[in-house]
């Protein structure tokens, strides 16, 4: 009995929250005391087809944004935390991956904007996902930090004394083996990259508007209705990546 109540109470504290900002995505007029919002409709909804800002445009560029920065990250990370794994130098190289998380992404973005605004990439899709990238690789490379290990170097030394050569060693073996660091990888990166927002809105100077720039630039102006629609949309991806995490990852351990 106890732990159904914990579950309920569990499920609750996760729920009310996404439930409570659908309503307030529907609402036309909610003031306090009152604990149900005085009027009800879709008319926010169709906020996202009639207003300039275009928030369905925005959703698909954060979409964008946050695939290709997962997808190169999750790439590169794999083959260069292999090397920085197996260097001499390897505690060195870790301790510098740690750096960029030593500063705000904020402080990061006023160090780089200069070579951003120099070569004319500040203000673009391109400057932001290069920019994104700058700060989530090195936590790429620390997911992949485990995932080289003693036992996955025999396997591949064990590989080669076979007779395979380095492509099939990476199809047959590795890539098979490194299926949840690289799964891992890519929903963290592309969390990390989906949420951002301090550094997304310096680089993209204002120009490149992602769905989490929207929801703050809402916050700002005190429209509580059109940012609540923004993070009802801003929620979609994490939900899916859970789910999917949760289909296809735990149950097939």
Known sequence: MFKKILQYVFISSIGFPLVFLLLLSLSRSWQFPAIWPQQLSFANWEFLQKSNAQLFQTFFLSVGISLLVAVTVTVLAFFISKEIAYSKRKSTYLFLTYIPYLLSPVIMAVIFQYYFILTHLSGT???????????????????????????????????YTLGANKWQTLKKVLLPLSKNAMILCFFQVFLISWFEYGLTNLIGT????????????????????????????LVVPPMILLYINKRYIFINR
Do not use: D, R
């Not at 400057?127 to 396997?155: C, H, S």
């Not at 509580?224 to 949309?233: G, K, R, S, W």
């Open 206 to 233: 204002g120009k490149i508007k992602t769905l989490t720039v929207s929801v703050f630039n809402f916050i700002n102006e005190a429209n509580i209705f059109y940012a609540a629609l923004a993070c009802c949309l």
């Open 125 to 159: 899709f391109l400057g932001v996902a290069l920019a994104q990238f700058l700060i989530a690789f090195p936590f790429g490379v620390l997911i992949y930090t485990n995932f080289w290990n003693k036992q996955i170097n025999e396997l591949e030394a064990l590989s």
